[in-house]
C-alpha cells in the first residue's frame, strides 16, 4: 500500500462559513474549496474573513488542483485572495461546473487575474491529478451547478459533499445524483466528509419549488412596491421572482452590484430568463407606478454596505423607501448574522415598510438538507469513516449522533477542528499533529493577520472614543514647559468638560513632577506613566474606558 491520506480542514469546522479542505496524498494536493465568512460585529474595520492558509504557502508548489463544489461565497469567494498570495508559486487549475467557473472568471477578473487556467467539468468526468482521481457527483443546492467532489485515492474514496439537499422537485435541472452516490458507496467510500448545516432540524428541508407560488400569494397582496431580498448568487430564487412579477405584470429592478453580476452570468449561461423589456434600471423605478415594480435586492444579511441596509437607512443613491412599501426576505440569517438583519429589519418598520421573513410566509426554503436527508447519504454511500464539516461545533456533534444512529461505529466518526488533520492509511484512521490554521483578515484591499491588540484598539475607539494629551518637556531635566493639550474624539463627555480638562492638566504636572524626582527622563517611561495616571483619572471620572494616547515632546 502506498503512502497515508491527510484531509486537512482549514475551514469550516466549529464555524458556518470560510469553507476549505486539503486532501493529500504521496506530497500531492487537492483544496477542496477556497470559501470565506463575513466579520463578526467585534472585527472593527474588517471586510472579509479568510482561511489561514499558511500551510498552503510552504506547499503552493505541490498543488495538483483547486476544486470548488459551487458558487456561493463560503465556498468560493478566497479564491482570488489564496491565488493571489500564492504567486508564482502556484500552477494548478481551478475545477468546478460551468456557473461555478464562470462566477470564478468574474471575481479573478476584478483582481486582475487573467492568467489561471480555468477548467470545467461535467458531472460524471473523470480527471487524473497526480495520485488523485477527481469526479463531481450532480447535488441540488439553492445555485445551479452545485456538486460533491469524489476523490478517489490508493486507499479509497473521499468524497466531499459539499452544500447539498435531496430536492426531489428542484426547479433547474435534475435532482442529486441518487445513483452515482449508492454506487460510490457499493464500491467503498473511505470517507464522508458532509454538510451539517442543518442537522439540527428534523424531516426533510421543504423543496425550492415552492417557494415561487408563495411568492406570487405575496406579490398579489402588495399594493406598493416590492423589494425582495436574497442572496445574490440564488440564482434559482431570482428567476421565481421575476416569474411571480410576470403573472402579476410587474418590471423587475436588479439593485447590488453583485446581484447584477450573477445575474448576467446566469443569463449567459442560460439559467435565468428574464421577458424582454420586464428589466428596468434602478433609476427608471421612480417613472413607474408603485404597483408595477419588484426591486431585486442585496442585502438579506444585514450586511454593512449592501443595498437593502443602505436603503433601510436612507444611504442609497437609487432607491427611497418609502411608507406602503413591502420588503420580503427571501432567505435566512446565517447564524451569528441575526443582529445585523434584526437592526435592518427594524429601521424598515421606522420607515413604515411592510416587512415579511420567512416566518410570516413560505418565501424561502434552505439550501441545505435536514437531518433525514443527512441519514440518506450516510445510508447511500455507506462511508467506512465519517468526519462532520461545514458546521459550528453543536452540528458537528449532531451530525456525529446521526451516523452513529445508521450504524457507523462511534470510533470510526471523527469530529475533528479546522487544522487538525484526518490520516488515514491501511491500519486505519487517526487524528495527526495539528497544523497552523484560523482567520486571515481581509481590511480594505490589504490581507493579513489583524493583531488582537489592533481589534482591540478599534472596539475601544469605537465605544468610547479617544483622548490625546500632549506634552512638551526639557530634554535635559524632563519639566514641563508649555501647557499640557487635551484633544478628545467621540468621547461620552460630562457638562462639567473645562473642571475635566483642568483635572487632566494637573495629573500631567503632578505625573512630570514624580518621575523628574527619581530622575525619569526617558520618554518611554513618561508616556506609560502619563498613560496609567491619565487613565486612572479618566475612569474615575467618567467610569469609560477611552483610548488614552500620551505624545511626549522634548525641546
Known amino acids: ?32 474549496d477556497v470559501g470565506l465568512r463575513f466579520p463578526t460585529p467585534e472585527m472593527v474595520g474588517i471586510d472579509l474573513v479568510l482561511p489561514d492558509f499558511a500551510y498552503l504557502r510552504e506547499r503552493a508548489r505541490d ?31 481551478v475545477y468546478g461546473g460551468a456557473l461555478t467557473i464562470a462566477m470564478a472568471r468574474s471575481k479573478l477578473d476584478e483582481h486582475k487575474l487573467r492568467d489561471i487556467e480555468l477548467a470545467e467539468i461535467d458531472p460524471g468526468e473523470t480527471v487524473e491529478l497526480g495520485p488523485f482521481s477527481l469526479e463531481l457527483v450532480h447535488m441540488t443546492h439553492s445555485i445551479p451547478d452545485s456538486s460533491a467532489v469524489a476523490l478517489g485515492t490508493d486507499h479509497g474514496t473521499v468524497l466531499i459533499t459539499g452544500d447539498y439537499k435531496f430536492d426531489q422537485t428542484p426547479v433547474d435541472g435534475p435532482p442529486a445524483d441518487v445513483s452515482r452516490l449508492a454506487e460510490l458507496g457499493r464500491e467503498g467510500v473511505l470517507l464522508l466528509c458532509g454538510d451539517s448545516t442543518n442537522v439540527d432540524r428534523p424531516g426533510f428541508s421543504p ?17 406598493g412596491r416590492i423589494v425582495v431580498t436574497s442572496f445574490a448568487s440564488n440564482i434559482h430564487r431570482v428567476q421565481q421572482v421575476v416569474d411571480a412579477a410576470e403573472a402579476l405584470g410587474r418590471k423587475v429592478a436588479l439593485v447590488g452590484r453583485s446581484m447584477r453580476k450573477n445575474v448576467g452570468i446566469g443569463r449567459n449561461l442560460g439559467h435565468i430568463e428574464i421577458p424582454d423589456g420586464m428589466l428596468v434600471g434602478p433609476r427608471e423605478i421612480s417613472d413607474l407606478p408603485d404597483d408595477r415594480v419588484v426591486v431585486i435586492s442585496t442585502g438579506s444579511q444585514g450586511e454593512p454596505l449592501s443595498a437593502l441596509r443602505r436603503m433601510a ?12 412599501d413591502t420588503v420580503v426576505f427571501s432567505a435566512t440569517p ?46 447511500l454511500v455507506k462511508p467506512r469513516y465519517v468526519m462532520p464539516m461545514h458546521g459550528d461545533f453543536k452540528r458537528l456533534r449532531l451530525h456525529a449522533q446521526l451516523a452513529e444512529a445508521v450504524g457507523v461505529a462511534p470510533e470510526d466518526i471523527f469530529q475533528g477542528e479546522n487544522g487538525l488533520p484526518l490520516e488515514l492509511d491501511e491500519r486505519g484512521a487517526r487524528f495527526g499533529e495539528a497544523q ?27 465605544a468610547d472614543g479617544i483622548f490625546i494629551v500632549v506634552v512638551t518637556i526639557a530634554e535635559q531635566d524632563g519639566r514641563s514647559v508649555a501647557d499640557p493639550e487635551v484633544i478628545f474624539r467621540g468621547v461620552p463627555f460630562p457638562d462639567e468638560a473645562d473642571e475635566l480638562e483642568d483635572e487632566i492638566r494637573a495629573t500631567v504636572e503632578a505625573s512630570l513632577a514624580r518621575e523628574a ?30 483610548m488614552v494616547l500620551p505624545v511626549v515632546v522634548e525641546v
Open 436 to 462: 497552523e490554521s484560523g482567520m486571515v483578515f481581509v481590511d480594505g484591499v490589504e490581507i493579513g493577520d489583524m493583531a488582537d491588540v489592533a481589534l482591540r484598539d478599534r472596539r475601544m475607539l469605537s
Open 517 to 546: 524626582r527619581e530622575k525619569v527622563f526617558e520618554v518611554d517611561v513618561l508616556t506609560q506613566a502619563l498613560h496609567d495616571d491619565l487613565a486612572k483619572l479618566v475612569y474615575d471620572r467618567l467610569k469609560r474606558r477611552p
Open 63 to 93: 498543488i495538483e488542483a483547486i476544486v470548488v463544489t459551487h458558487g456561493h461565497e463560503d465556498h468560493l469567494g478566497a479564491l482570488p485572495w489564496v491565488l493571489r498570495e500564492l504567486g508564482g508559486e502556484i500552477d494548478a487549475p
Open 207 to 223: 423543496s425550492e419549488s415552492v417557494v415561487g407560488p408563495h411568492l406570487e400569494e405575496v406579490f398579489a397582496r402588495c399594493r
Open 313 to 324: 437607512y436612507r444611504d442609497h443613491r437609487q432607491v427611497e423607501l418609502k411608507t406602503g
Open 334 to 379: 446565517i447564524p451569528g448574522n441575526e443582529r445585523a438583519v434584526n437592526e435592518t429589519i427594524d429601521r424598515l418598520y421606522h420607515i413604515g415598510c411592510d416587512v415579511i421573513t420567512a416566518r410570516d410566509a413560505p418565501v424561502h426554503a434552505s439550501g441545505h438538507g435536514y437531518a433525514e436527508e443527512v441519514k440518506l447519504m450516510l445510508n
Open 1 to 32: 500500500m502506498s503512502g497515508r491520506v491527510r484531509v486537512l480542514p482549514l475551514g469550516g469546522l466549529g464555524e458556518i462559513g470560510k469553507n476549505m479542505t486539503v486532501v493529500e496524498q504521496d506530497g500531492r494536493i487537492v483544496v477542496v
